[in-house]
C-alpha cells in the first residue's frame, strides 16, 4: 500500500523551529521528487518547499526552511527555523515520479500523485 505520513508538527513560539518528517511506505521515495505543501484557514494551498536532484523554495521561506532526503530511512525532511506566525498551517507533502518532474512545475499540487494527510503547525505566543 503507497502511503505518505508526516509527522513533527505542533505548537511553538515565534521565533522557534519545527522539524517535519514525511516517510513514504510502499514506494521508493528516492525515484521521486517530493514537495511540501502548506494550507492555512481560508487561503489557498501553496508551495513550500521541494527536493529532487535540485532544491527549490518559496520566497517567504527562503533562509529560514530546508528541506532533506534519508534514502536509507525513505523520509523528506523539512526543517522550520525562525517560524512566523503566517507559518501557521495544515503541511502536507507530496510526491511525484521523477521522470515526470521539472522544476517549472514544482509548485502545482495538482501534478502530484501521492500525498499524505497533513499535520498542523500553529506558531503563537
Known amino acids: 500500500q503507497v502511503q505518505l505520513v508526516e509527522s513533527g508538527g505542533g505548537l511553538v513560539q515565534p521565533g522557534g523551529s519545527l522539524r517535519l518528517s514525511c516517510a513514504a511506505s510502499g514506494f521508493t521515495l528516492d525515484s521521486h521528487a517530493i514537495a511540501w505543501f502548506r494550507q492555512a484557514p481560508g487561503k489557498e494551498r501553496e508551495g513550500v518547499s521541494c527536493?529532487?536532484?535540485?532544491?527549490y523554495y518559496a520566497d517567504s521561506v527562503k533562509g529560514r526552511f530546508t528541506i532533506s532526503r534519508d534514502n536509507a530511512k525513505n523520509t523528506v525532511y523539512l526543517q522550520m527555523n525562525s517560524l512566523k506566525s503566517e507559518d501557521t498551517a495544515v503541511y502536507s507533502c507530496?510526491?511525484?515520479?521523477?521522470?515526470?518532474?521539472?522544476?517549472?512545475?514544482?509548485?502545482?499540487?495538482?501534478?502530484?500523485?501521492?500525498w499524505g494527510q497533513g499535520t498542523q503547525v500553529t506558531v503563537s505566543s
Open positions: 507530496a510526491a511525484i515520479r521523477r521522470q515526470l518532474f521539472s522544476g517549472s512545475i514544482w509548485r502545482s499540487a495538482g501534478r502530484y500523485v501521492y
Open positions: 527536493i529532487n536532484y535540485s532544491t
